[in-house]
């Protein structure tokens, strides 16, 4: 079982009473607005996409978390590592991502997770460069991805929405959480 505990936060592995709340979480247009093609998810959707997440922590060895708010037990949303293979350039490269629910965003949780997820990649999983893969216009992300001193490196069109995602990485080996 593969869990990170943070100075406020749980990253763990997915489990069924985490859909109710990432149901929740994937029915806000806001939350969604940068995500795929901004389309909310309704809750079989939200199931899909969590056993997918699964999958990829059995067959990779390194996934989404769940993201647990200590104390409360709350499911704030997810953040973790992916392979990005709707966009096949970037490829065999890993990323990070993230999505919380709206009232917890302007906490620092976003960046508390992500470092510890960079970390996770670098010390325990061996990764040496991590991307981030972020819309043009997605403000949250970007400070998010400056924050953890990942670079722009390129501007790329989305292949199947045909729009513009700017390219972030990070060498590991250099990186200092
Ligand atoms: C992208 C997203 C995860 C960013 O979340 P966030 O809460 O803005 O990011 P952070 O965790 O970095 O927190 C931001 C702010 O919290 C504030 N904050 C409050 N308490 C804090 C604390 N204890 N520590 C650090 N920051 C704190 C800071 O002011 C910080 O802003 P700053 O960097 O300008 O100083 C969030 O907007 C989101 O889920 N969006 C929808 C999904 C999405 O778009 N995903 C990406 C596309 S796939």
């Known amino acids: 079982m593969t869990e990170i505990l943070t100075p406020r936060l749980m990253l763990r592995r997915w489990t069924d009473d985490d859909l109710v709340p990432m149901a929740e979480i994937n029915a806000d247009p806001e939350v969604m607005r940068w995500v795929g093609d901004g389309s909310v998810l309704d809750p079989e959707q939200t199931a899909e996409a969590v056993e997918r997440y699964e999958e990829e922590w059995d067959e990779e060895g390194f996934g989404l978390f769940a993201v647990e708010l200590l104390g409360s037990g709350e499911l704030i949303g997810l953040v973790g590592l992916s392979v ?13 991502r993230w999505r919380l629910g709206r009232q917890f965003w302007g906490q620092g949780y976003a960046s508390e997770a992500a470092h510890a997820v960079l970390e996770f990649a670098l010390q325990d999983r061996g990764l040496d460069r991590v991307v981030a893969i972020a819309h043009i216009g997605d403000r949250a992300s970007a400070n998010v991805i400056g924050k953890l001193g990942m670079v722009p490196e390129r501007e790329v069109s989305h292949p199947a929405l045909g ?6 990485a990070i060498d590991l080996t250099e990186y200092r959480a």
């Open 163 to 168: 729009v513009p995602l700017r390219i972030y």
């Open 84 to 96: 990005p293979e709707f966009l096949p350039e970037v490829l065999p490269d890993v990323e990070i």
